[in-house]
């Protein structure tokens, strides 16, 4: 089972605490703390002037003139690290297959300082004077595209937002892929600047502490702070067959979902209990067995009450035996990046037996009696570590590290198997209509649902047409304490949720409910809300922040009102990888029920349209003016859409013990990413080709078994050309393909979904949807298109395509279940 | 009826019916049982509350016609207080729903108990059962700043996780019982809910262990001045031949609710509008105000005393008038005639700060 293990062969930090390892661990032991006055933020109008900054930092000193003009913070702080943990690892990427090398990045932010140069400019100085090229580098995933291009990879890329959990679940995700046998080699960590978004957010919820953080004891508000932890994960036998040094091993991570309130925690901790029991389980330990917990520890009385609590209920009697301490008194909360800071803390507490301090640590009477490690490091043995991260949306991962013994039994490496994956439950909302059977008519039809923008002024762009939110009976999907107070994206997932749920027939009960696990994709998140509160600082001051809207601004906020809405309790995360995001939360549900974490898995995939994704898009010409055409010789662009599906995972015997009427089955896919320009993708195909093939190969089947490709083309030539390359190359031409997104406009990360449930229709009812808009082909490969009209034809297996910009492709296999 | 605890609070002489039930009013007395309640932990017996079952493949979609909140995402393990209406939108009693998932238990105030119950079973369909379980379960509250951690010492479930209207079902000796985070004077407050026959011994140790927080038995006599203190809704006293508007009651209907039995009723009542409204007074201790008291501006009466009691916590008298709509906002100062005129406040609840507020369980 070799081939399933995984160690930590390389590990990178900057943060507040250092740049370096050796200068991060040495401050650390020593209980230094790297937490002082702020100087990139303005504080004035805040609660506190501290920050972990990452200061002195000079960014000349590592990048090129060129490069600085389009990378910020974030992406420096990733490449620094990443750069930092291959040379330690001391891989050679250029002597290894770059499609078994991928990323995961756990991000809040991503490239929003970016952003906020772009707002400021629009804002005061009119959209025609912005300057495009700062959204290039302002999604959310860009900084997992830098690492990626600097480094060379080409295999699976990830990017997860789970706020505060997001750099644990990061490292997990990674995990899963080497796991599944889908890479070799994946680096993994998180990242995220110091943003005025955070400080005004965090000020609006009172949860900043005016002096320096001190966790488990005076506990009165978090510090942040900011910086990138990497580290290198690679498979044993090939970390063992090229002799390098073994750091430490992952041995298991589990997530889980609070199901209890937006922001606050479980008083009980009863989800974070969830996490650390499963993955102390999966890595065969018991309790007892854990030398060290790195806690969450961020200094706020809830916190800080809870997590003890939660610790103690885990560990039992040997609770006040086992030491735990939070580095975030030393290094801020790194909010995204916090879990990989902390992992790799963990990296150098196990391979160097010492056991980092809690600072500021004022208390005689530690709170349950539990040790804290106050003030000064010590030496211990440190065979376990167990590092938790607990999130807004009640989001929590937990992940246990421990020194390499080949003697180590790991469950989790047993339960891995390749069951058949099913589809037993739709839903959807988009301008398509309103349930699976609304959406089939408008496919069956051919129905264009994209119209003259309303919505707002569309006077200042070029682009004027889109899809409106279609007119729903929300009261139906939405429990109306929610539907009062949340955004249009949480109102897509849930509604799309509770569709899936109906459809498949699953009640969700005390007994099953932490069997359920919920992943939710999405491509740019709650726009509409972080703009207005961007605005709200920009315009009227860091003060000025509504405390009840900030919660929604986070990536998982509405992965958050799904687990709480139905009481989902098992494994949660959220993907935002830009538009490959719905098509990635199915892999990771398709993972979860192989690795048996979850009995059933809601995945959902939504995006808004709003007047700021209109204006960026607008501002970087890819937009059409009224029409898109995808795959058309006079294509000029994207109209953009909002739209959510949800689909409802299990196994093969779980779904026909309790008789779920099956779509589908997930035969397999394939993950790929390439090296060409951030924002941009490798016009040849390449890469996205290869994922197709990957999909293929994974489910056994070969390229003239693909009886439907549902196309990723939105419009841009450059996209359509890169797919219909690929398609062309990996499939041949008997494949008939078309794009949803010529009736339903892109919706971004939810591009996959849209795919998926065409994919569905032709395979249960024999129709393939059609793409329209389409009179003259691109000439790039003679592929056989469903023009205009849907198609009558036995579908046995589809193909779904997804790109993001940036260079990264996923390809979902489905096929009919017999 | 009477309370298998009866006995253990107080003499037939303590006695006073409750609809159908006997209980017992003051154990000890008002003052006593108020200082329990307000800074240590009452105990009551809450057995005359009315128990229904309500099981069955259709049970949520019965249930959800006939209360007017929405009960449809209420979690496994919550609870709900909502109204039940009448076609006419008159109030058949307020009721707390708690869904054990398997099936809902609809909890009734004693003196609501028979009319609920019949109202439930005439709106009964085939997919439904409903049975009357009160008297199978005794139900003893505690109430009190200190009344968690008291029901802590009873239960290894982590007490300051059971959010408020949540209950959960545990052991208790060998036997089931129900924990619910229900109570009536805002004070933190808590129900066990165990069979009849258990619930002598259930009484007997948290006596026992509320001895280190100076519980005290409580009558039912007390929750008087503790729920008005909070304008906890106290049906019987507030509605009396009223519509829920003129009593503030509105509240607790969700009209974002699309379907429930006197839903179009009750926006008929809303449509036409009310001419007067209950408020909230004080007034000084020793002036005996009493219900149906005038109140007056100048010569004129504008409306009537409701109800009055003293506030420990106020050192004055406490009650609720009907005023014209002109005069039924706080902050006024009118003439009561209560044998001779005398002044009193209209004020806004709360009208006092439960001690339980500034305590932290966490």
Not at chain 1, 58 to 68: E, R, T, V
Not at chain 1, 198 to 221: I, M, Q, R, T, V
Not at chain 1, 618 to 640: C, H, K, N, S, T
Not at chain 2, 51 to 76: F, H, N, W
Request: a negative charge; hydrophobic letters at 40%.
């Amino acid at each position: 089972m070799s081939e399933k293990r995984i160690v930590i062969t390389g590990i990178g930090i900057i943060c507040a605490n250092g740049i370096g390892v050796k200068e991060f661990w040495e401050n650390t032991v020593r209980g230094n703390s790297g937490i002082k006055e702020a100087t990139t933020i303005d504080t004035t109008a805040l609660i506190t002037r501290y920050a972990g900054e990452v200061n002195p930092f000079d960014p000349a000193a590592y990048f090129s003139p060129k490069q600085l003009r389009r990378m910020e913070r974030s992406a420096q702080f990733a490449i620094i690290a990443a750069h930092e943990a291959v040379k330690m690892s001391g891989l050679d990427f250029s002597g290894i297959d770059a499609y078994r090398a991928g990323l995961v990045l756990g991000t809040s932010l991503g490239g929003l300082l970016n952003g906020d140069v772009f707002h400021k400019q629009w804002i005061y100085r009119g959209l025609p004077k912005t300057r495009p090229s700062l959204l290039m580098s302002y999604p959310i995933h860009t900084p997992a595209d830098w690492v990626s291009q600097e480094l060379g990879l080409k295999g699976p890329r990830s990017v997860i937002s789970t706020a505060c959990a997001a750099g644990t679940n990061a490292i997990g995700f990674g995990a899963d892929f080497i796991r599944s046998g889908k890479a070799d080699v994946m680096i993994v960590g998180g990242v995220d600047p110091l943003a005025p978004l955070s400080f005004a957010g965090f000020n609006s919820l009172k949860a900043l502490a005016e002096k320096p953080c001190a966790p488990y004891s005076k506990s009165e508000g978090i510090t942040l702070g900011e910086g990138a932890g990497i580290l290198i994960l690679e498979r044993l036998d090939m970390a063992q067959k090229r002799g390098a040094t073994i750091l430490a091993e992952v041995l298991a991570y589990e997530l889980s979902a609070d199901a209890y309130h937006p922001t606050a925690p479980d008083p009980g901790g009863a989800g974070a209990i969830r996490s650390m029991e499963g993955s102390i389980a999966q890595a065969g330990l018991e309790p007892g067995q854990i030398s060290y917990v790195n806690g969450h520890g961020t200094g706020t009385p809830a916190n800080d009450h809870s997590e003890p609590k939660a610790i103690k209920k885990v560990l039992g009697d040997q609770a006040s035996r086992i030491p735990m301490s939070s580095t975030k008194s030393m290094t801020g909360h790194c909010l995204g990046a916090a879990g990989a800071v902390e992992g790799v803390a963990c990296v150098l507490a196990i391979q160097q037996d010492i056991l980092p301090p809690t600072i500021n640590f004022q208390s005689d009477d530690p709170p349950l009696g539990l040790d804290y490690v106050p003030n000064e490091a010590r030496s211990a043995v440190v065979d376990v570590a167990l590092s938790n991260s607990f999130a807004f949306g009640g989001n929590n991962a937990t992940i246990v590290l421990g020194k390499y013994r080949s003697e180590r039994k790991l469950p989790i490496t047993q339960a891995i198997s390749r069951p058949r994956v099913v589809i037993t439950g739709l839903g959807t909302v988009s301008p398509g209509g309103v349930g699976k059977a609304e959406l089939w008519e408008t496919f069956a039809q051919g129905k264009d649902c994209l119209n003259a923008i309303t919505e707002f002024d569309v006077t200042p762009y070029n682009s004027r047409c889109g899809g409106s939110m279609p007119d729903v009976a929300w009261k139906k999907y939405i429990p109306t304490s929610l539907l009062r107070r949340t955004d249009s994206l949480s109102k897509l997932a849930v509604a799309a949720a509770r569709m899936a749920l109906d459809d498949g027939n699953l009640k969700v009960r005390r007994a099953n409910s932490e069997k359920i696990a919920m992943i939710f994709g999405t491509g740019t998140g709650p726009l509409q809300t972080v703009e207005s509160i961007n605005r709200d600082i920009i315009t009227k001051g860091m003060d000025q922040v509504n405390p009840a809207v900030f919660p929604n601004s986070v990536m998982n906020a509405a992965a958050g009102q799904v687990c709480l809405s139905f009481s989902l309790k098992g494994p949660t995360s959220t993907i935002t990888a830009g538009g490959v995001s719905a098509s990635t939360a199915l892999v990771y549900g398709y993972e979860l029920l192989c690795q048996k974490r979850a009995e059933a898995v809601l995945v959902v995939g939504a995006d808004e349209f709003n007047e700021p994704l209109l204006a960026g898009n607008d501002r970087l010409g890819v937009l059409a003016r009224d029409i898109i055409r995808p795959f058309d010789q006079q294509a000029e662009g994207m109209l953009l859409s909002c739209g959510s599906t949800a689909f409802l995972l299990e196994r093969e015997e779980s779904a026909r013990e309790r008789g779920a009427a099956i779509y589908g089955e997930l035969l397999g896919y394939g993950m790929t990413s390439d090296n060409y320009k951030i924002g941009g993708i490798n016009p040849e195909g390449t890469e996205w080709a290869e994922s197709i093939r990957q999909a293929v190969l994974h489910g056994g089947l070969a390229a003239g078994d693909i009886d439907f490709y549902a196309a990723a083309a939105c419009g841009l030539p450059l996209v359509d050309g890169a797919e219909a390359r690929a398609v062309a190359s990996a499939l041949g031409n008997g494949v008939m393909v078309s794009s949803m997104q010529s009736m339903l406009g892109y919706t971004s990360g939810g591009t996959g979904g849209m795919g998926l449930m065409a994919a569905l229709m032709a395979i249960g009812q024999g129709v393939i949807p059609p793409s329209i808009h389409l009179e003259n082909p691109i000439g790039e490969s003679q592929l056989n298109y469903v023009v205009n009209q849907a198609m009558r034809k036995t579908v046995d297996h589809a193909a779904i395509g997804s790109y993001s910009f940036g260079g990264n492709y996923v390809t979902l296999l489905v096929g009919k279940y017999s | 009826m009477k309370s298998p605890l009866a006995t253990l609070f107080g003499n037939s002489t303590q006695m006073e019916y409750l609809g159908n039930y006997e209980t017992v009013a003051v154990v000890s007395s008002i003052e006593q049982e108020y200082d329990a309640v307000r800074n240590h932990v009452g105990i009551f017996d809450f057995s005359a509350l009315g128990k229904i079952k309500v099981s069955g493949k259709c049970a949520m979609e019965y249930l959800q016609l006939l209360v007017t909140r929405d009960i449809e995402y209420l979690a496994p393990e919550k609870s709900a207080v909502t109204l039940m209406l009448d076609d006419a939108g008159q109030v058949v009693g307020m009721v707390t729903v708690l869904n054990f998932e398997e099936y809902y238990l609809v909890e009734t105030w004693p003196t609501a108990h028979e009319k609920v119950l019949d109202w439930m079973r005439k709106q009964s369909s085939e997919d439904v059962v409903i049975e009357d379980v009160s008297t199978q379960y005794a139900i003893i509250g505690v109430e009190g700043p200190q009344s968690w951690e008291l029901t802590q010492k009873l239960v290894d479930f982590e007490i300051t996780s059971l959010p408020y209207q949540g209950f959960f079902e545990t052991e208790w000796e060998g036997n089931d019982i129900v924990v619910a985070r229900i109570g009536y004077t805002a004070e933190y407050g808590y129900q066990f809910m165990i069979r009849e026959e258990q619930a002598p011994k259930l009484l007997e140790v948290l006596l026992q262990e509320g001895v280190p927080f100076e519980a005290q038995l409580c009558g039912w006599k007390v929750l008087d001045p503790c729920m008005l203190e909070v304008r906890q809704p106290n049906i019987d006293l507030e509605l009396d031949q009223r519509n829920l508007f003129e009593a503030a009651l509105n509240w607790l209907i969700d009209f974002r609710k699309d379907e429930f039995v006197g839903r179009d009723a009750v926006l008929n009542m809303k449509e036409q509008g009310f001419q007067r409204s209950m408020v909230g007074f004080s007034a000084p201790q020793d002036v005996n105000v009493r219900e149906g008291d005038a109140i007056k501006v100048e010569d004129d009466v504008v409306g009537q005393v409701v109800c009055a009691v003293n506030s420990g916590v106020l050192g004055k008298k406490l009650g609720l008038a009907m005023l014209d709509n002109k005069y039924a906002v706080s902050g006024l100062e009118l003439a009561v005639d209560a044998g001779g005129l005398s002044a009193i406040n209209t004020i806004s609840s709360p009208y006092i700060l439960p001690k339980s507020w500034s305590i932290k369980m966490i």
